[in-house]
């Protein structure tokens, strides 16, 4: 954000992060194939179909580029591990595209998502509901209108299974086919009432369950805190997961893998440990426990450690395989003969 200096590194060997909460492999790339090969196979111990990225566009825009490498790169490692993915579309960055860029929001919509169209969804692993493409909107925030969006998917062929945030889909009209829920200032009874209430009146509607909320944005200079939502160890989670699971909803999205920034995330950090995963594990039912987790971090940690030794790489990228087949025994006689 502001303020903060990762360059800087504390007594307990935390860098200054923008983040109340730490990254239990500690800060990293999130183009870094390692990373993503972490991720990935935490994901699918976890019993997760897929990930949805939140996405800037193409155009060249302040850090947009940087943001649409490093999703290309997280979907790039998604076959190996067998999981999906879509695409969340963040369309208020149509502003800096106009004001910065000098691309009017239609036009660069239009460019957006034909890129979404020829490169995401040709995959037979992008996410689909109802036999069309999933698109996520945060929003829509810029362009609000059905007609506006008609447009948009008119340079496209394909309609997809256009979802907005929560509560933002009537504007949209036709062009919308549901909405995702999202966390609100309002905590668990707001995502109780929008699936009691809300869900039921549209075509669609995808559960949402979080760990808590803790925004960095006042300690980090950039402006208020939105509000808070203490974590309560998995107990926020906990109960999200119980509204989901009893919506009726065929689809959940977990708020959010990643986003630090906001404290909602759920990978691995040295406040929670893997008992945001612990949990989702039992939520999906999976065969999985912390042990299989731990093998994974085991791997990851090894694989950074020994990153110049190409003998035991490739004996590592073969436990990176025994693990995507689920071959725990195969995978954990390898970790064992490396120190």
Same mark, same amino acid.
Request: charged letters at 20%.
């Given at each position: ?10 007594? !307990? ?22 990373? *993503? ?8 111990? =976890? ?13 060249? @825009? ?23 993915? =879509? ?5 208020? +960055? ?15 919509? %239009? %460019? ?5 169209? $020829? ?22 925030? @810029?362009?609000?209108?059905?007609? !506006?969006?008609?447009? @948009? /998917? ?42 009691? +209430? ?28 939105? /509000? @808070?939502?203490?974590?309560?160890? &998995?107990?926020? *989670? ?33 406040? /929670?440990?893997? $008992? ?12 999985? &426990?912390?042990?299989?987790?731990? *093998?994974?971090?085991?791997?990851? &940690? ?23 087949? *689920?071959?725990?025994?195969? =995978?954990?006689?390898?970790? !064992?003969?490396?120190?």
């Amino acid at each position: 954000m502001a303020n903060r200096r990762p360059d800087i590194v504390s007594a !307990d060997g935390r860098r200054d992060i923008a983040s109340y909460f730490y990254p239990l492999i500690g800060p990293y790339a999130s183009s870094d194939s390692d990373v *993503l090969d972490y991720h990935l196979l935490l994901m699918k111990y =976890a019993g997760i179909d897929g990930m949805i990225a939140d996405w800037y566009g193409v155009q060249n @825009v302040y850090d947009y580029p940087l943001i649409k490498r490093n999703t290309d790169s997280l979907f790039n490692r998604t076959a190996p591990a067998g999981l999906g993915f =879509a695409i969340c579309y963040e369309d208020h +960055t149509l502003i800096a595209d106009r004001d910065v860029g000098g691309i009017q929001p239609l036009t660069a919509a %239009q %460019q957006d998502i034909a890129y979404v169209k $020829s490169t995401y969804m040709s995959s037979s692993r992008y996410l689909r509901v109802g036999g069309k493409p999933l698109l996520l909107c945060f929003g829509p925030q @810029v362009l609000q209108t059905g007609s !506006d969006w008609v447009k @948009v /998917f008119g340079t496209v062929g394909e309609q997809p299974s256009f979802h907005t945030l929560w509560y933002a889909s009537d504007p949209i009209g036709v062009a919308a086919a549901g909405e995702f829920a999202w966390v609100g200032k309002e905590g668990v009874s707001g995502s109780g009432d929008f699936l009691k +209430t809300r869900a039921g009146t549209l075509a669609h509607a995808i559960a949402g369950a979080y760990p808590g909320f803790k925004d960095f944005y006042a300690a980090g200079g950039w402006g208020n805190t939105l /509000f @808070v939502i203490d974590h309560n160890g &998995t107990s926020i *989670l906990q109960a999200t997961l119980d509204l989901a699971r009893n919506s009726g909803s065929s689809d959940l999205q977990l708020i959010t893998w990643n986003d630090f920034g906001e404290g909602t995330m759920i990978e691995p950090t040295r406040e /929670f440990g893997f $008992s945001f995963l612990e949990a989702i594990q039992q939520y999906a039912g999976v065969a999985y &426990t912390r042990s299989e987790l731990e *093998l994974v971090l085991r791997w990851y &940690t090894l694989r950074k450690k020994y990153k110049a030794d190409a003998v035991l790489q490739r004996k590592l990228t073969q436990a990176y395989y025994d693990l995507v087949d *689920l071959d725990i025994v195969g =995978a954990r006689s390898i970790l !064992d003969a490396i120190p």
